[in-house]
Nanobody, 120 residues
Framework: VQLQAFGGGLVQPGGSLRLSCAAS????????MGWYRQAPGKQREWVAH???????NYADSVKGRFTVSRNNAKNTVYLQMNSLKPEDTAIYYC???????????????WGQGTLVTVSS
């Protein structure tokens, strides 16, 4: 199973970006999906999470500005980021709990990360 994230880039403060993360491989079912980020010199932190039933949760720092969604038919999770701030600058990683078709057990997978830079 592989997760591939894309959509990062350079954006001015107040701007928007949409990240995508697609899962591929021996997938039977995907349970939770989410996003984390790691800013320079800081530890990785949780950003948002969406369950298979589309229940969402957000870190306080992004609540009201970011929206997480998913397309189960495409095994893809999205992160719409609005009103971006310089402190949102980080490498963003997607995460998914995947039940594989090989052994029907759930494993935790991570994408390779995509860089978001918020700067004027």
């Amino acid at each position: 199973v592989q997760l591939q994230a894309f959509g990062g880039g350079l954006v001015q403060p107040g701007g928007s970006l949409r990240l995508s993360c697609a899962a591929s491989g021996s997938i039977f079912k995907i349970n939770s999906m989410g996003w984390y980020r790691q800013a320079p010199g800081k530890q990785r932190e949780w950003v948002a999470h969406i369950s298979k039933g589309n229940t969402t949760n957000y870190a306080d720092s992004v609540k009201g500005r970011f929206t997480v969604s998913r397309n189960n038919a495409k095994n893809t999770v999205y992160l719409q980021m609005n009103s971006l701030k310089p402190e949102d600058t980080a490498i963003y990683y997607c995460n998914a709990g995947v039940i594989t078709s090989t052994d029907r057990l759930e494993y935790d997978y991570w994408g390779q990360g995509t860089l978001v830079t918020v700067s004027s």
